[in-house]
């Protein structure tokens, strides 16, 4: 229910400013009145956001039939505003469409002879994407194994196990850190 849900958060943006106004969603009369506008789907793709999620990107095509030139620019004007200020149009309280721009065409007059305009608003949305269930973990087995340290002299000669640098393992363990640091181990 994605588009259509997104048609009706649009529509509803429009009917914010403009509550009387009829709004016919993804469809255009072919006998259009004045003062009606039209929300349609103009184009959609999508990128993948991150592993878990990915954008949708959607062009909507808003036409709008004004009573007359004026009325056209007016309403362009506040739909700039309104579409501009929203930013992030909320769908079914679950996601939201960004707005990321809107234009408008120049005014034109339409084989009946009303004043037109066509908007497109670029919007995006992201989407999680749907992970399987994991099996769930029945038997946890741990096993640990010692490795004895090897140590050696910060100048990488001799060992603590080796006679020959005058050092046992319990001399080595009990030195501390600040030892070390102050080259006592040396």
């Not at 994407?129 to 010692?146: L, N, S």
Request: glycine share 4%; hydrophobic share 35%; aromatic share 6%.
């Amino acid at each position: 229910m994605g588009l259509i849900d997104e048609i009706n958060a649009i529509s509803d943006v429009i009917k914010t400013d403009f509550p009387t106004m009829k709004v016919n969603k993804q469809n255009v009369p072919e006998k259009p009145t004045k003062g009606e506008i039209c929300v349609r789907v103009q184009r959609m793709s999508s990128d993948v956001d991150t592993s878990a999620s990915y954008v949708l990107n959607r062009e909507y095509q808003i036409v709008y039939f004004g009573l007359s030139n004026v009325d056209l620019l007016t309403k362009i004007d506040t739909l700039t505003d309104r579409f501009n200020n929203a930013i992030k149009i909320p769908i079914e309280e679950t996601r939201y469409l960004t707005v990321e721009s809107l234009s408008f065409s120049q005014p034109f007059k339409t084989a009946d002879n009303l004043d037109a305009v066509i908007g497109v608003l670029v919007g995006t949305t992201r989407k999680g994407v749907v992970i399987p269930d994991a099996p769930i973990v029945q038997h946890v087995e741990i096993r640990t194994t010692a490795d004895y340290a090897q140590w050696g002299r910060l100048d990488g000669s001799l060992t603590p196990d080796v006679t020959s640098d005058d050092k046992t393992m319990a001399e080595v363990e009990s030195f501390t850190m600040r030892d070390l640091e102050n080259g006592k181990f040396l």
